[in-house]
Nanobody, 130 residues
Framework: EVQLVESGGGLVQAGGSLRLSCAASGFAASGFAFEDYDIGWFRQAPGKEREGVSCISSGSNSKSYYTDYVKGRITISRDNDKNTVFLQMNNLHVDDTAVYYC?????????????????WGKGTQVTVSS
């Protein structure tokens, strides 16, 4: 089965940086290669709904997308040879504190969680202190 595993979270001070990873496996059984999937990052903070953060589209000429509240502070990238998507987060804010999830979809990026396939990871906790 397709599996997504997030890692790289932790506790950092405001202004610090983290690099999250989303490692994928089991895509051969889906009929598609990892490079065929768009990969999105979402986050969910206590008392709030899950919200989109970033997405990187499929293929060799992938495109990156960011929501306004992270644009300029976060960079998404992918290494298809390693079946991994990265989320480099700089200048972190306290309100970036959340569980960060990655998910996969086909046919283009989206910030709507319901448009992703049911390949969500279990998330990695990011805590930013003041």
């Amino acid at each position: 089965e397709v599996q997504l595993v997030e890692s790289g979270g932790g506790l950092v001070q405001a202004g610090g940086s983290l690099r999250l990873s989303c490692a994928a496996s089991g895509f051969a059984a889906s009929g598609f290669a990892f490079e065929d999937y768009d990969i999105g990052w979402f986050r969910q903070a206590p008392g709030k709904e899950r919200e989109g953060v970033s997405c990187i589209s499929s293929g060799s000429n992938s495109k990156s997308y960011y929501t306004d509240y992270v644009k300029g502070r976060i960079t998404i990238s992918r290494d298809n040879d390693k079946n991994t998507v990265f989320l480099q987060m700089n200048n972190l804010h306290v309100d970036d504190t959340a569980v960060y999830y990655c998910a996969a979809k086909l046919h283009g990026c989206s910030f709507i969680a319901g448009r992703y396939l049911d390949y969500w990871g279990k998330g990695t906790q990011v805590t930013v202190s003041s």
